[in-house]
């Protein structure tokens, strides 16, 4: 089931990436995360399954679209749960730019992420703390065009994850 979805991000017509409301409603396609429903609108609890995207498609739309034109090349996540909104990043971003190199961590196992990057090159997927000195060894030499912070959600976590990864991305997004 995944494959099917990253090959339909792959053929979708462009066009349909490049407007707001046809890419909203490409990502419920997709398939949305199945936890925490008593937190989610209705139209994502209607949509769970498939690549679990966690963000909502009225906000993960216009940054993705954002995002392509930043001609961003290399890509990390901090926090991606179920990989979804990695991979579809990932693979959106492919339709406009060259990406060269993404990141997936985690402090869980993710196994459609790791599964995902270890059938797509040279993307890789980390099972580690954002805020241990091991991650900070990962960094040692990289950087990106841009990372996404969504790991900890407490403002002292996100804090934590900036000034691990501040200079290594031209764009941080939290």
């Known amino acids: 089931q995944m494959a099917e979805r990253i090959t339909f991000i792959r053929e979708v017509d462009e066009l349909q990436l490049t407007k707001r409301r046809s890419l909203e409603s490409l990502i419920l396609r997709l398939g949305m995360n199945h936890e925490l429903q008593h937190e989610m609108p209705e139209i994502v609890t209607s949509h769970q399954g498939g690549l679990r995207i966690f963000q909502y498609p009225n906000q993960l739309a216009p940054y993705l679209q954002l995002l392509s034109g930043l001609s961003v090349q290399s890509y990390m ?47 890789e997927f980390h099972q580690i703390n954002s805020q241990s000195s091991k991650f900070r060894r ?18 002292a976590g996100v804090k934590t994850d900036f000034l691990s990864v501040v200079g290594k991305a031209r764009v941080y997004v939290f």
Not at 144 to 155: E, K, L, P
Request: hydrophobic fraction near 35%; aromatic fraction near 14%; charged fraction near 25%.
């Open 138 to 155: 990962l960094l040692e030499g990289r950087t990106f065009d841009a990372i996404f912070i969504d790991g900890d959600h407490s403002y």
């Open 77 to 123: 996540e901090i926090g991606v749960r179920w990989g979804g909104n990695f991979m579809l990043t990932v693979e959106y971003l492919k339709r406009f730019n060259t990406v060269s190199r993404g990141v997936a961590i985690d402090l869980y196992e993710s196994p459609l992420a790791r599964h995902y990057c270890q059938r797509t090159p040279n993307m």
